[in-house]
């Protein structure tokens, strides 16, 4: 129980709290209208704070569990540069299909 | 605790000296830039992501820094790394809300948005708190640089035969000297240029280190096995101990830190200003956030892990009980060699000296917009002409940065007897950012939110935070998520929860009962005393806010005097400020950023999205207001006469230092080339045969 305070108690209330914090700034600037959907560098901007959110959760969840032993401490950078490899071949992969 | 002098030897001493000549250098060189005071706070508004990322590093790095970072990874381990991976959350609300606001309503400093948003009077007020916060902010950084030399320095040197005792403020004052001079002659584009230098030198010094501690232990896996299982935790425990608990960060970083990071920290807010447009801004943003940061967490906190490694390992060489503050440069000694140690130092000291910087030049920025500029214009003795005001107040903001510097170097004395520079720098957040950070986030986001709301919240919100502060048991002790209360300094991070929640909870208050505010004034004007009582009603909330303030009388008295002070301040605002929504928010809020758009350019925004053209320029006499192109270009760029256009030299590593900004003028029938007057060239820094790329802005 102890430790739980110390590991995943903490990952919740930052992604659970911080997530909803992050999902009401995303629907108020759109409800608002600065951030127009409709716009092509809006649309992609969505995809990059999407991406962010789910970049800092992963980085958060493989260091825990790379502290507790259950992965190797390798694994951490070897599946975040994948992420980031991943997303950037994604998204030059549309911007050619759309010219 | 284990303190140290004398560490470090005459090679590293040599180094340090060369490397702040060459960045001296450089900054000046950068600082002949510099022409007026657009140029002096805001580097022109011409300068592309990547090197407004690189620079807000050395900015960023340098505020949370080595010494402090390094001391709760010591002390804590990897979790030393949370504050620096939790500042995404905010990232909509900046990229898509405070970011367009500031550069389309064409606000110089922060206190000027609330001035068109509210009032003059919620400006006036916005200034004092600003004030504190950046004036707090380089005390926080003269500290840091204070204890990072005070290990590399003598206990006492002689001087004409009698002993000089070398002091923590003895060392800031000879500091702040050498950071006063350089700014003050230089401005914001020789920081911006000094920072960018500076933002690689810091991240390759710190992985250097990070590497040298892996070396001097053995390899990545013998570090990591030593550390403790505890140590290897991203995250803080959940709620002890009292200094470094991750509900407590959590509050006073991520939220209040973080907002008053990228909404408030005027230093800052500075640099995204001086971005060619919103998109390069938030380029800048993202790509910081998202991936300079982690790498900065390694640079700033590795020392602190190692030390830790090697008091596992070998506790004879790094004690256990060393000073955290001093950790840094301990573990620096050991593991670099002589010279090698001396540019890691210089890299520390040159990066919290960029923060300083930057913190004295936004300063001297809100001294000269709200400070200087209103009191001339109430004194009536502005310059006849506007060179001639612009070079007044040029030499203004030299002398404003000279007197902000030695505010900064008293500020310390505020924070120096706090254990660690985390644990001063922690309290400083949760204490001063709430009121302007609610202030600013309602003002964007929340049209309703009127000037009552914003200075109650300022004045109550600021006197229910002193009753915090004075009885902290009983105040914040519900908000304390099981964390225990240190008597000698109460509650310094989970304060933030706190003092938001007070502010947010007065400004809520205020604005949904403005109704029954307009009632009870209109029925007061309608009285035949109205100006007695409304005279009766300011004199009686400033002694209620006197005596909350001045700690006079009991706990129960002073409750009800803070409840007084919330109930006459939205009366006397309703009644003395003029205020109308419509105008007020036009443009100011998140809800109007189109609008915002519109008046930025002066019409209606062109978005159709064209291509860029490479042009050659061409001198022609004329307006110097607009430039022109051919029609092919126009139609190419799709654009219109009237539209914005931004015009940069082609070499993209200049990163917009060539460039400038200017309005498409009536097309010719000369393809590639751009028509500009002698001003325009000299103003964008063009050279004859360079190419130019052009863009239609909006």
Redesign the interface.
Known sequence: MELY???W???I??YG???I??IF??Y??IK????DLQ????KK?MW??LF??V??LM??AL??W????IIS?YTVPIVLLGM?VVFIVLALLSKKTKT | MQTFHNIGTSTDWIVMVVYFIVIMLFGSYFGRYTKNTSDFFFGGRRFSWWLITMSIVATGVGSHSFVKYSAKGFEHGISSSMTYLNDWFFIPFFMFGWLPIIVYSKVRSIPEYFEKRFSPSARFLATILLLLYMIGYIGIGFLTLGKAVIPMLPEAFTLFGMTVPITLMGAIIVIAIITGIYITFGGQTAVIFTDLLQGFILLFAGLLLFFFGITYLGGFDIFWNLLPMEWKLPLADFNQPSNFNFVGIFWQDAIAGSIGFLFMNQGLIMRFMACKNVNEGRKAAAINILFVLPISAIVVGNAGWVGKAISVKSPHIVSPSVSPDQIFVVVANIIASPGMFGFIMAALTAALMSTVDTLINATAAIFINDVYRPVKQFLKSMAVSEIERDKKELLAARYASIGVTALGVLAVLAFKNFPTVYEAHGFFHSTLTPPLVVGIFLGVFWKRFTPSAVITTFVGGVALMILGARYPGIFIAPFDHGIEMNQAHPYSYIRALYNTFVCVGVAVIVTITTQWQVKIISIIRNGKNSKMIMNTITALAIAFFVVVLMNISDLYMQCLSATAVLIFIPLLVTYFVKYDEITNTNGLTAGSINVARKLFKGAAPNDQEGQKVLVHFKQVDGDDTVVHFSTEDMILMKANPGDLVYLSDKRKWMGGLKSIHSVFGKPHDEKGKVYITSSQIKHGLFVKEKLLTAEKEM
């Open positions: 305070s110390h590991t108690l903490p990952f209330y930052l709290l911080g997530g914090l992050f700034g995303i108020i600037t608002a209208g600065s951030f716009r092509r560098t809006h901007w990059i704070l962010g959110f970049w800092y980085m958060h260091m825990t790379a502290a507790l032993g401490v980031a």
